[in-house]
């Protein structure tokens, strides 16, 4: 069982890291980022493609004028948390299926978007600062 301690430990790193690049960047306390002019953009175009009024998985739509309500401190279907957690990204299911660590808060399902490439790391980033922003 000499294997057994590193393979504990690659499990820890994997599971610790993208909690951690998720916290708010306290450089970046206060940048207000407008959910309408820098988030939907990215929503509307990839996701939407799915998450719309005909096909709402998990009940979620993510078009123009719905997709805010339907986000913002909303218990999500998959998992204990919510979807979105102002202020609080590693507690926002959202981030968590953005990178495939949804396992690890014990939800289920694809990484999103589902069978398409994830997001861009710059594109996840600004979803995180704008869940840590005060204007959301
Ligand atoms: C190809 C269709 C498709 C695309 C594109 C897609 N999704 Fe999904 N989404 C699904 C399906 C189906 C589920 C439920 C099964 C699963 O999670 O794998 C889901 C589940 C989710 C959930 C879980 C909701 C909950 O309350 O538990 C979130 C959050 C989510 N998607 C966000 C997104 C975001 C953000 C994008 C764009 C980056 C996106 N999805 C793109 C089909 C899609």
Redesign the pocket.
């Known amino acids: 069982m000499t294997r057994a301690p590193g393979a504990f430990l690659l499990a820890a790193l994997l599971a610790c890291g993208p909690v951690l690049a998720a916290e708010c960047d306290p450089t970046k306390a206060g940048a207000k980022i407008s959910y309408d002019e820098k988030i939907q953009p990215?929503?509307g175009g990839?996701?939407a493609?799915?998450?719309n009024t005909m096909e709402t998985?998990?009940g979620?739509v993510?078009e123009a004028g719905l997709a805010l309500d339907l986000l913002l401190n909303v218990r999500?279907?998959?998992?204990a948390l919510k979807?979105v957690e102002p202020g609080n990204p590693e507690k926002s299911?959202?981030v968590h299926?953005?990178r495939g660590t949804q396992d690890s808060v014990g939800?289920?399902?694809?990484q999103?978007?589902?069978?398409?490439a994830p997001?861009r790391d710059e594109e996840i980033d600004l979803v995180v600062q704008w869940i840590c922003s005060p204007a959301n």
């Open positions: 990215i929503f990839i996701c493609q799915c998450h998985p998990e979620l993510l999500s279907v998959q998992s979807r299911y959202l299926k953005l939800g289920s399902g694809q999103m978007p589902a069978g398409l997001l």
